[in-house]
Structure formats: structure tokens, C-alpha cells
């Protein structure tokens, strides 16, 4: 049952859920710790991430994560090279390590070698790397602490590519920041801001996702829009041209979730069937073979999808009956099959029924089961 559907404080609700569910598993590489087992071991199969329950959502960019817990505080742990981990120094952590003191965290997301969050009262905060303005303070300084982006407390959800940042206000406006080279910051232009620039005048955005170098977003009606860079097809629009503005992909309004790796998309509709496009040398379209795809194709037949997130280059999904799959590069592990055998068609994982959250990262994956 929903948080919202509880005539309940939704707060303590989520202090009661940390008591049994939210134990977090992670499987691939670990060169600088981002597994969280206190090693630089890489695994070959999801291994649990200490015995603490609680785990709410977590993020990982190049090496380094982010999560958050039921109780709202905020932890991180992995890469930390530019501050991305926001400790206030430079070290590498590999065991979930807390940020701060502030227990009112909500959603989370980290990039490249840089993160955001925005907090329950909706304010927006961003530390890390810096050198294109991708945090959005209006500088192009590192930082290694949270820095509030502005003052405004209507922020809702983020997506967040390797050198910029998309957000959606709870108005539906949609907003970028960082380096668009290649046309990602969606406002016709290609040029870099260190401070958030609207996209557009719309107020119907509902749901972002980020790749590399493009942008996958969802409308409220159900329609779907890309733009940026376009070398795979990995807009969805039929060809390989790059796109400065939102470009509807097809004419469907049934999608209802996205997904962007390095340079491929997910999607699933309304219905729970399961969509791909973009690069694909490694699998990662999950399509039984490594062709590049600049439309939409279906993955298989089936109607059960419900979770989808793509890392670099493989993808991770999870089906209505709470079971994990996972296809593309495994060449260290990531994929959690107990091999490093890439491979182009999704697989389950295990053969546990109770995962609730995913998370594909840089050649690893991060799961939460209840």
C-alpha cells in the first residue's frame, strides 16, 4: 500500500518500515569500494551490504554512491576523487558512510563525479565536481559539503547526465544546468550554465531520465521526448542526428517510466511491456543480439514489467512478481549471475521473489530487497 493511501504521519510510517524491510545487496566492480563490503574485492553475485535493514533508494555514478534511508538521513561510500561523497574531504570510503546530520533527505541521484538531492521540504542540493557549472550554484568551484541550489523549496525530481542536470519543479517546469555541447541542456542551445535555465515555457513534465550526453522525458499525458546527443540512435527518433530541443519520439502517450545508460534507453508503458533503443554492442538492449536500435523495439512478449534502470552499459529490471532480471556487459560481475559472461537477453537473478528497488551503475548493481 502506497505512504499517501496511510492517514498516518508518512515519517513515522517510513521509520516503521526500516525495521524489517530495505536490505541492501550489491554485486560487480569495486575497485574503490562502491559494493560497500569494506573491500576493493569485485563479486560475481549480489552479497548483502552489511546487516542493517532501512535502506530507502540509492544512486551510483562513476564509482561512487549515494542512498538514502527509511529514516532520511543520507549515506555515500565508493569514489570520492572530487568530493562527490560530500565528507568534506578526498578519501575513498568502502563501507556506507553518513552525510552529516540532517535527517529530512528525499531523493537522491549522482552523476559522473558529482550529486544531487533534494530534501523533503523541497530545497535542492548539490556537491562534487564542478568545472561546467553542473552543480547549479552559480560557480565553478568543487565543493565537497552539500551547497543549496538557490532558495527556492519547489524541487521534485532529478536526472543527472555526466556533465549536467536536468530537474522538474512540483509545477511541471523542467530545468537544466552544466554543459550542453551537444544540445542536453534542451534550450536550442550548446552552450555550458552554472546556474539552472528553464527548458522551454511546458509545466506538464512528469518524469527525466539522463544519459551520457542526452535526455529522456515524459510529459503528463504520457508522451515521450528526447534530445541531445544521438550517435546510437539512443533518442529513440529514427536516425543518429543530435537534437538541441525536446523531440517527441513516436506518437504513443502510454509511457510511464525511463531509463538512460551511457547510450542506450529503457522504457516501460502503461501496459508492462518493455522497451529499448540505442547502443547495443554489449547486450545492453537485452534483444538476443548486439545491433543498435534507433526506435523503440520491444524486449520480448511480456506484460509483467516493473522497474527498469540501466547502467553504463548493462541493464537491471524488476518484474511485477518482485523477481530480478539483468542483461549486457558482466565482464566483472555486475550483472550479479555468479560469471562475467555478457550477455544480450535478460536473465534472472537468482531465484528470489522480493526485490523492491534497483539501482545499474558503473559496471555494478545495487538492489534492495524487502
Not at 534511508?69 to 578519501?91: E, I, K, S
Not at 509511457?255 to 554489449?282: D, F, R, V
Request: aromatic content about 12%.
Amino acid at each position: 500500500m502506497a505512504i499517501s493511501s496511510i492517514n498516518r504521519n508518512p515519517r513515522l510510517y517510513r521509520r516503521d518500515l526500516w525495521r524489517s524491510n530495505g536490505i541492501l545487496w550489491t554485486t560487480g566492480y569495486n575497485s574503490y569500494g562502491e559494493l560497500g563490503h569494506k573491500d576493493q574485492i569485485n563479486c560475481s553475485s549480489p552479497v548483502q551490504v552489511g546487516a542493517k535493514y532501512g535502506w530507502k533508494s540509492i544512486s551510483s555514478g562513476l564509482g561512487s554512491v549515494i542512498a538514502t534511508r527509511f529514516d532520511d538521513t543520507l549515506w555515500a561510500w565508493g569514489r570520492n576523487n572530487y568530493g562527490q561523497l560530500a565528507t568534506g574531504g578526498l578519501v575513498n570510503k568502502s563501507s556506507p558512510t553518513k552525510v552529516g546530520t540532517n535527517n529530512n533527505w528525499n531523493n537522491v541521484i549522482t552523476g559522473y563525479e558529482s550529486s544531487h538531492a533534494t530534501t523533503i521540504d523541497g530545497t535542492l542540493w548539490s556537491w562534487g565536481k564542478n568545472n561546467w557549472g553542473q552543480l547549479g550554484i552559480g560557480v565553478v568551484n568543487n565543493r565537497t559539503f552539500p551547497v543549496q541550489v538557490g532558495t527556492l523549496t519547489n524541487w521534485d525530481k532529478i536526472g543527472k547526465g555526466s556533465l549536467f542536470t536536468h530537474a522538474i519543479k512540483i509545477d511541471g517546469t523542467l530545468w537544466a544546468w552544466g554543459l550542453g555541447w551537444y544540445g542536453e541542456i534542451g534550450n536550442g542551445l550548446r552552450n555550458a550554465y552554472s546556474s539552472p535555465v528553464q527548458v522551454g515555457s511546458d509545466s506538464d513534465w512528469s518524469n527525466i531520465g539522463c544519459g551520457e550526453e542526452f535526455v529522456v522525458a515524459i510529459i503528463q499525458d504520457g508522451s515521450l521526448f528526447s534530445w541531445g546527443h544521438n550517435n546510437y540512435g539512443q533518442l529513440g527518433l529514427g536516425d543518429i542526428v543530435n537534437y538541441s530541443s525536446p523531440v517527441q519520439v513516436g506518437s504513443d502517450i502510454d509511457w510511464n517510466k525511463i531509463s538512460c545508460g551511457n547510450e542506450h534507453t529503457l522504457a516501460i508503458k502503461t501496459n508492462g511491456t518493455l522497451w529499448t533503443w540505442g547502443y547495443n554492442g554489449l547486450g545492453n538492449l537485452g534483444l538476443g543480439d548486439v545491433v543498435s536500435r534507433s526506435s523503440p523495439v520491444q524486449v520480448g512478449a511480456l506484460t509483467d514489467w516493473s522497474n527498469i534502470d540501466c547502467g553504463s552499459y548493462h541493464s537491471m529490471a524488476i518484474k511485477t512478481d518482485g523477481t530480478l532480471w539483468a542483461w549486457g556487459y558482466n565482464g566483472t560481475g555486475g550483472l550479479g549471475l555468479g560469471n562475467v559472461i555478457t550477455i544480450s537477453s535478460p536473465v534472472q537473478v537468482g531465484a528470489l521473489d522480493d526485490w523492491t528497488y534497483i539501482c545499474a551503475g558503473y559496471e555494478s548493481s545495487f538492489c534492495i530487497r524487502k
